[in-house]
């Protein structure tokens, strides 16, 4: 290895993986990798251990202490399992394990089933693919003390990951996420991951938890007569080769939807996702096919949701009877609204109500939660704190609707993440709810920015692989941050909120106040005329990304398109002055 001018620390990696007792398939993954030559893959590969963060981990399949494999995996499960035993001691501890239908999840999942039952820890193993959500209300369901998801979500295929989850169904929140990345940590050598699995702790599930799960959903239904005379609905839908195909379509038939019609060619179960680039909802690529068939067969509503069924994308018509994809901001507005609308027309509405959702997330959504005089609260990026949230106000106050951007959505108690499976179905019940009046979801959204004001949001992100880019998207914040911009979009920037040291600062004063809020590396410029733009590096992908929201009163329907066109000049110019 001398001749690829490695890094003495990578090299020594390299031979402890080389010569330690990992088996000879990784192994000849590794000498094939040096055979090549390729002393960026290696780089990349072993410079760092995979870091198992506050929601488990994420990262590109393959051999290596900074690549999902059996190893990684294997350590992150014995972590866990350490972290539960002290936490539970001379308990009988109980955990859920699911995965979805990305390549080898399968495989991942049975290891860390076995590992979890080597540690004595009874395990629940999903008899097949489940969406995420399924899991998180498995937890709540089997009273037990965690969960694993192996998952990458809407990563591409080359991704795969875990995701660890508490007793309440909700990922790891402090003090518990330090505390299981602190055990996980202590795994310095394979040789102290208990791989060989007792048959006897592992118990499959199937059919009975999803009938239990589904049956759930369908209480949440509110509109149901509205249902009934809209029951032919068109609503054309896609897994995107993922779990939304096991969950969706029979949720859609409980709610009382009786005209799915299914993407045939992205139903089919396939962990390369041959049909889409990236099997992500949030890019309109992903949604061809669902908008080629909507247009083929003149539906009402399209939904597309990512791999593990957390996320959904969703299409509508506009005032041109052409579909337009919504974004995670917009669907959010047309969902709290529904939800909202509906609870005060059933008498609901008590004053103990509230709805969650993050600070990158539309501020419309305050002033219509306002307007009915129910809570908002505002929480960090990431569904966890939006879970954590609930479980602290269980029986205490009601829940309605929670979400972020990034097109994740809750209703109803019954978990403690995003759920694309209760989404889909609550998105064609409010589709339904309103086409039974006559109206399109288009003009609902025009009337809300009509009634609270035009807030155009859009989301830029940028991608820097390896070791290279997780440099720069640093040096990126922290000039942010010792160097806030004066002025954005020809607007004077008034604040700025550094979540990372927790401080507000008055730019035009100087004061600053603490924010009570945990610490997160987020940045927020709010300018003079009620702009904002957030920058935060990804915690799961090797991204930074850019949440920018500006707004303008919108007299009338005929003006859309006018403060439309006049919104996106700002936007361009506030990310023209940030150097993107």
Same mark, same amino acid.
């Given at each position: 290895?001398?001749?690829?001018?490695?890094?003495?620390?990578?090299?020594?990696?390299?031979?402890?993986?080389?010569?330690?007792?990992?088996?000879?398939?990784?192994?000849?993954?590794?000498?094939?990798?040096?055979?090549?030559?390729?002393?960026?893959?290696?780089?990349?590969?072993?410079?760092?251990?995979?870091?198992?963060?506050?929601?488990?981990?994420?990262?590109?399949?393959?051999?290596?202490?900074?690549?999902?494999?059996?190893?990684?995996?294997?350590?992150?499960?014995?972590? @866990?399992?350490?972290?539960? &035993?002290?936490?539970?001691?001379?308990?009988?501890? &109980?955990?859920?394990?699911?995965?979805?239908?990305?390549?080898?999840?399968?495989?991942?999942?049975?290891?860390?089933?076995?590992?979890?039952?080597?540690?004595?820890?009874?395990?629940?193993?999903?008899? =097949? @693919?489940? #969406?995420?959500?399924?899991?998180?209300?498995?937890?709540?369901?089997?009273?037990?003390?965690?969960?694993?998801?192996?998952?990458?979500?809407?990563?591409?295929?080359?991704?795969? =990951?875990?995701?660890?989850?508490?007793?309440?169904?909700?990922?790891?929140?402090?003090?518990?996420?330090?505390?299981?990345?602190?055990?996980?940590?202590?795994?310095?050598?394979?040789?102290?991951?208990?791989?060989?699995?007792?048959?006897?702790?592992?118990?499959?599930?199937?059919?009975?938890?999803?009938?239990?799960?589904?049956?759930?959903?369908?209480?949440?239904?509110?509109?149901?007569?509205?249902?009934?005379?809209?029951?032919?609905?068109?609503?054309?839908?896609?897994?995107?080769?993922?779990?939304?195909?096991?969950?969706?379509?029979?949720?859609?038939?409980? $709610?009382?939807?009786?005209?799915?019609?299914?993407?045939?060619?992205?139903?089919?179960?396939?962990?390369?996702? #041959?049909?889409?680039?990236?099997?992500?909802?949030?890019?309109?690529?992903?949604?061809?096919?669902?908008?080629?068939?909507?247009?083929?067969?003149?539906?009402?509503?399209?939904?597309?949701?990512?791999?593990?069924?957390?996320?959904? =994308?969703?299409?509508?018509?506009?005032?041109?009877?052409?579909?337009?994809?919504?974004?995670?901001?917009?669907?959010?507005?047309?969902?709290?609204?529904?939800?909202?609308?509906?609870?005060?027309?059933?008498?609901?509405?008590?004053?103990?109500?509230?709805?969650?959702?993050?600070?990158?997330?539309?501020?419309?959504?305050?002033?219509?939660?306002?307007?009915?005089?129910?809570?908002?609260?505002?929480?960090?990026?990431?569904?966890?704190?939006?879970?954590?949230?609930?479980?602290?106000?269980?029986?205490?106050?009601?829940?309605?609707?929670?979400?972020?951007?990034?097109?994740?959505?809750?209703?109803?108690?019954?978990?403690?993440?995003?759920?694309?499976?209760?989404?889909?179905?609550?998105?064609?019940?409010?589709?339904? $709810?309103?086409?039974?009046?006559?109206?399109?979801?288009?003009?609902?959204?025009?009337?809300?920015?009509?009634?609270?004001?035009?807030?155009?949001?859009?989301?830029?992100?940028?991608?820097?692989?390896? &070791?290279?880019?997780?440099?720069?998207?640093?040096?990126?914040?922290?000039?942010?941050?010792?160097?806030? #911009?004066?002025?954005?979009?020809?607007?004077?920037?008034?604040?700025?909120?550094?979540?990372?040291?927790?401080?507000?600062?008055?730019?035009?004063?100087?004061?600053?106040?603490?924010?009570?809020? #945990?610490?997160?590396?987020?940045?927020?410029?709010?300018?003079?005329?009620?702009?904002?733009?957030?920058?935060?590096?990804?915690?799961?992908?090797?991204?930074?990304?850019?949440?920018?929201?500006?707004?303008?009163?919108?007299?009338?329907?005929?003006? $859309?398109?006018?403060?439309?066109?006049?919104?996106?000049? &700002?936007?361009?110019?506030?990310?023209?002055?940030?150097?993107?």
């Amino acid at each position: 290895m001398q001749n690829l001018n490695l890094d003495n620390n990578i090299s020594n990696i390299i031979n402890s993986w080389l010569t330690g007792n990992y088996d000879e398939k990784t192994k000849a993954e590794i000498l094939q990798l040096i055979t090549d030559a390729n002393a960026t893959e290696l780089t990349d590969a072993f410079y760092r251990d995979l870091e198992f963060g506050t929601g488990g981990l994420r990262g590109i399949m393959g051999a290596g202490s900074n690549r999902v494999n059996k190893y990684t995996l294997g350590a992150a499960t014995q972590g @866990l399992s350490n972290y539960l &035993k002290n936490l539970y001691p001379n308990q009988h501890i &109980k955990v859920v394990i699911a995965h979805d239908n990305r390549n080898n999840s399968s495989t991942f999942a049975k290891i860390v089933a076995d590992v979890f039952s080597a540690n004595g820890i009874y395990v629940y193993f999903f008899d =097949g @693919l489940r #969406p995420t959500p399924e899991l998180s209300y498995a937890i709540r369901t089997l009273d037990c003390k965690s969960g694993v998801m192996l998952t990458a979500s809407h990563n591409p295929k080359e991704y795969n =990951g875990y995701k660890a989850y508490g007793s309440d169904g909700g990922q790891f929140v402090a003090p518990h996420d330090e505390a299981v990345m602190n055990e996980v940590a202590k795994i310095t050598n394979i040789s102290e991951i208990k791989f060989e699995g007792i048959t006897s702790n592992i118990e499959y599930i199937g059919t009975e938890m999803d009938e239990d799960y589904l049956n759930d959903l369908a209480k949440l239904s509110i509109s149901k007569d509205a249902i009934k005379r809209q029951s032919d609905l068109k609503i054309v839908f896609s897994p995107i080769h993922g779990t939304g195909g096991v969950s969706v379509p029979p949720a859609l038939k409980k $709610f009382g939807f009786e005209n799915v019609i299914l993407v045939e060619e992205q139903m089919i179960v396939d962990g390369n996702f #041959p049909t889409v680039i990236y099997p992500n909802p949030e890019e309109a690529e992903a949604l061809t096919l669902a908008l080629a068939k909507a247009k083929e067969v003149d539906a009402d509503i399209v939904m597309a949701t990512d791999p593990d069924a957390d996320r959904v =994308g969703l299409a509508i018509k506009n005032d041109n009877n052409e579909f337009m994809l919504l974004n995670g901001n917009q669907a959010l507005c047309l969902l709290v609204n529904y939800m909202l609308t509906a609870w005060e027309k059933a008498g609901k509405l008590t004053g103990r109500e509230y709805v969650v959702k993050t600070i990158v997330t539309s501020y419309m959504i305050d002033k219509m939660a306002a307007s009915k005089n129910v809570e908002c609260l505002n929480v960090l990026t990431g569904f966890k704190y939006i879970g954590e949230i609930m479980t602290q106000r269980e029986g205490k106050k009601t829940f309605i609707v929670g979400g972020e951007e990034s097109y994740g959505y809750l209703v109803g108690e019954h978990a403690r993440d995003k759920d694309a499976v209760v989404a889909c179905c609550m998105f064609a019940e409010l589709a339904a $709810f309103y086409k039974d009046q006559g109206r399109s979801l288009y003009d609902v959204l025009i009337d809300l920015y009509v009634e609270f004001g035009f807030y155009k949001e859009k989301l830029v992100s940028i991608t820097k692989k390896g &070791k290279a880019g997780a440099d720069e998207i640093k040096l990126m914040m922290d000039n942010y941050r010792n160097n806030t #911009p004066i002025v954005l979009g020809g607007t004077k920037v008034v604040m700025l909120k550094d979540y990372k040291n927790r401080i507000s600062k008055d730019m035009i004063t100087g004061k600053t106040e603490a924010i009570d809020l #945990p610490s997160s590396n987020v940045l927020q410029f709010f300018t003079e005329d009620g702009s904002i733009i957030s920058a935060r590096p990804s915690g799961t992908e090797p991204k930074i990304k850019f949440y920018c929201s500006v707004k303008s009163p919108l007299a009338n329907k005929s003006e $859309f398109k006018e403060v439309e066109r006049a919104l996106d000049t &700002k936007l361009m110019n506030m990310l023209k002055d940030l150097g993107i």
